[in-house]
């Protein structure tokens, strides 16, 4: 037997994108197959609410202004869910290593962008050009691909915070191949840290 929930979504663009007032709708539905009503719950009838209607009665996930780890409202931020299930052969409490990661945007002038011979990742918002980075290193692909000439990879090709080029001396922010060693099979720990000023919000996509 099929257990029938409906999760109506709603997303908003917030941020520098909020003035455009960009909104989507979503329904996640689990239901027979087989069920007459299944498209019915699936395309709902009713018009979409105005876009600064409220959200009602439901869940808020990552919402800029969330509390993390306030349990007694509705709003909640991605270190407050938990797995449905879990694996106790990869589960080690503490972990073996541990790694905190800082996020920014630091704000950069065009000479420093647009500088000669060179192509840095950059944001911009109007007239506010800035330049994210982790641990003050923004990241910048090798001049030659890791998998097929990994003989080219020297004790310079990374850096991390404790490890930076020469000629990041003198910057706020370093542009360089950021990496992370990690030990084979360890359990570890991230730790998140936003560290931004400006009224940016950070955004994070993680693949495994």
Partial sequence: MVRIIDF???FKAFGACE????????VLTYRDPNDPQRDLHAYPQNNFPAYDSSYGDGSII??????CGNPSDNEFCIS??????TDASVTVDPPQE???LGFTNVGQSLSVIYKKNSYGNMYTSGDLVTVGAINNITFSFPTFPLLTQREMIGHTTFCDKNNL????TSQKIC???HRLKISLNRYVEMQ??????LSIFMEFHFMS
């Fill in 8 to 10: 109506w979504m709603r």
């Fill in 19 to 26: 003035a455009n007032q960009i909104e989507q709708y979503a």
């Fill in 62 to 67: 990552n919402f800029p202004n969330t509390t």
């Fill in 80 to 85: 407050d869910l938990s797995s449905y299930v």
């Fill in 98 to 100: 541990t790694f905190f």
């Fill in 165 to 168: 080029p020469e000629s990041c």
């Fill in 175 to 177: 542009t360089c191949t």
């Fill in 192 to 197: 998140l840290l936003c560290t931004v000023t």
